[in-house]
């Protein structure tokens, strides 16, 4: 039924799911456990179908959630989010691309699940503290006291400085050039002396196991991929609302993105573990 208010909510619910997991595939599982309890739902006991949607799929995130910081610690190097191939609409809603971008769901993974989820309800979805406290089974106050904290947490980590669209754009295409020509000048030129690189390859492909700090070392490995592979490839494109690139290595893809400060590359984001790259064909349906 088109008017069920699952379906008409789903693009939110998904979003919800996805920016407390980050990850699109669990995500999608959340839904799902969801969608089984709203079909069991007595739904004339439901006034507000979409607070109610929201608590459920809150509490099976959180669920998940719980589950997955356990197997991540034993995740092979550095984790990154889930990329999402995104439209560039998405990018318009400054505030949803920023929350999604793969910058802030990396600083989102270093809260623990429950304040991961007050965040992502009171800062990304503005739901009153009333309804948080009443999807995890706590006290308005103490929803109050936890929201700050990771408030707090994440204000210390967050990227500091906005950059326009076109910027980033024009930055993303810069790189990707000097990412086809391998020319190791350019590439200094666009990145900030302090960069770091992270690499996610799961243990499935080749990455580096730690971030690389410095531009000389960022530069150089980036450089010498170029150099040895037969065939490379790049694309631009929108990932989690913001310009960022694909690269096909001897036709393995990898999603990139990049963090800036005052116009140079600060981060670099490079996630190359098939099992997180199923997304990068179809444009994700992200909403608030």
């Given amino acids: 039924m088109t008017d069920d208010p699952f379906v008409a909510h789903r693009a939110l619910?998904?979003?919800?799911?996805?920016?407390?997991?980050?990850?699109?595939?669990?995500?999608?599982?959340?839904?799902?456990?969801?969608?089984?309890?709203?079909?069991?739902?007595d739904r004339s006991q439901v006034r507000d179908p979409r607070a109610y949607l929201v608590r459920v799929v809150t509490r099976q995130a959180l669920n998940r959630l719980r589950t997955l910081s356990?197997?991540?610690e034993e995740y092979v190097g550095e984790w990154l989010p889930e990329p999402l191939l995104t439209s560039p609409d998405v990018a318009e809603d400054v505030e949803l691309?920023?929350?999604v971008s793969i910058a802030m769901l990396t600083v989102l993974e270093t809260l623990g699940p429950t304040e991961r989820a007050v965040f992502v309800l009171r800062e990304v979805f503005e739901v009153p503290?009333?309804?948080?406290?009443?999807?995890?089974?706590?006290?308005?106050?103490?929803?109050?006291q936890i929201a700050r904290r990771a408030r707090e947490h994440?204000?210390?980590?967050?990227?500091?400085?906005?950059?326009?669209?076109?910027?980033?754009?024009?930055?993303?295409?810069r790189f990707l050039a000097a990412l086809r020509t391998g020319q190791l000048h350019e590439l200094m030129e666009v990145m900030a002396p302090d960069v770091i690189l992270i690499t996610d390859g799961g243990g499935l492909v080749a990455a580096a196991l730690a971030p690389i700090h410095g531009a000389e070392h960022v530069a150089e490995l980036l450089a010498r991929t170029h150099q040895v592979v037969a065939a490379f490839a790049t694309t631009p494109i929108h990932l989690n609302g913001s310009p960022a690139g694909r690269i096909d290595i001897n036709g393995e893809p990898s999603a990139v993105s990049l963090?800036?400060?005052?116009?140079?590359?600060?981060?670099?984001?490079?996630?190359?573990?098939?099992?997180?790259?199923?997304?990068?064909?179809?444009?994700?349906?992200?909403t608030r």
């Fill in 70 to 72: 356990r197997s991540r």
């Fill in 259 to 286: 963090t800036l400060t005052n116009g140079r590359i600060t981060h670099i984001y490079v996630t190359r573990n098939p099992q997180k790259l199923t997304h990068l064909n179809e444009p994700a349906e992200l």
């Fill in 97 to 99: 691309a920023e929350s």
């Fill in 154 to 173: 994440v204000a210390a980590r967050r990227p500091r400085v906005q950059v326009s669209r076109l910027e980033q754009q024009a930055v993303v295409e």
């Fill in 129 to 144: 503290y009333g309804e948080i406290a009443g999807a995890l089974g706590k006290s308005a106050a103490t929803v109050r």
């Fill in 13 to 41: 619910l998904f979003t919800v799911a996805y920016e407390m997991l980050g990850s699109a595939a669990d995500a999608e599982d959340v839904l799902q456990e969801s969608w089984l309890r709203w079909a069991d739902a």
